[in-house]
């Protein structure tokens, strides 16, 4: 099966390449794993896949002793401060860097571990409630202040886009995104490498590429759907 749908993605991903113009290297694709066992993932590595994302520090460190070396690990969820000395010398990128405390915090444990950690901000550009995120208004003054902070660096912004049943309709906060990172870019602040877009899942990755994602987090589509079991 995740043979299968990773043909699928894979020949989407090519297409909405070839539709804007873009090479298929500029896109990586996360396979997001959260909730699946390591049987599933073992099988995407065979495949090829070296990408992992996850969302939850404690199933993200279990998975990453039982997996290869090699494996780049994403964390794409909401972080608590308390459990960020967990993950700094784990992951190869934080995607959901959404305040300055959090951001203090990844600091302070990364020169402990004396790593550097590559981080994205994540902007919650369709102003949902149910998100985390920093406003777009917001954004270029909190990479600024992050940008100040010792052994971190900003590659980038995040955003998680609302569920809809038309991807077209995300089109517009992707866009959004975008422009939010090309006018950072123009501000030139040191230490701010702005070269990556983590933007589009299952429903929307398409439409995320055609808007500049360089990064898109797809689980279901890979994995199939997910089971929450309700305790
Ligand atoms: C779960 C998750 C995804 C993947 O969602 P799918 O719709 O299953 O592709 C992507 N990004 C984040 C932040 C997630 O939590």
């Not at 989407?12 to 290297?25: D, L, V």
């Not at 933007?199 to 500049?212: C, K, S």
Request: hydrophobic letters at 40%.
């Amino acid at each position: 099966m995740i043979s299968e749908n990773l043909h699928r993605v894979e020949e989407h991903i090519t297409a909405a390449c070839n539709k804007s113009g873009r090479k298929r290297e500029e896109v990586t694709l996360i396979a997001v794993s959260k909730t699946k066992p390591v049987e599933m993932l073992k099988e995407a590595y065979q495949l090829g896949c070296r990408d992992f994302g996850e969302n939850k520090v404690q199933e993200l460190t279990e998975k990453y002793e039982q997996l290869p070396k090699d494996i780049r690990w994403h964390m794409i969820g909401h972080l608590q401060r308390n459990k960020v000395k967990y993950i700094v010398d784990k992951v190869y990128m934080i995607h959901s860097v959404d305040s300055f405390r959090l951001a203090e915090e990844i600091s302070k444990e990364a020169i402990k571990k004396n790593v550097t950690v590559s981080i994205l901000v994540e902007v919650n550009v369709a102003m949902e409630e149910s998100k985390f995120g920093t406003t777009a208004e917001n954004a270029a003054h909190l990479v600024e202040e992050i940008s100040k902070l010792p052994n971190i660096v900003i590659k980038g912004l995040m955003t998680i886009a609302p569920y809809v049943e038309n991807s077209e309709e995300n089109r517009l906060y992707f866009a959004k995104l975008k422009q939010i990172y090309v006018d950072i870019i123009h501000k030139n602040i040191d230490n701010v490498f702005m070269e990556e877009l983590s933007m589009g899942m299952t429903g929307d990755y398409e439409v995320a590429i055609e808007e500049g994602a360089t990064y898109i987090r797809v689980g279901t589509g890979i994995f199939g759907e997910r089971q929450y079991t309700t305790v």
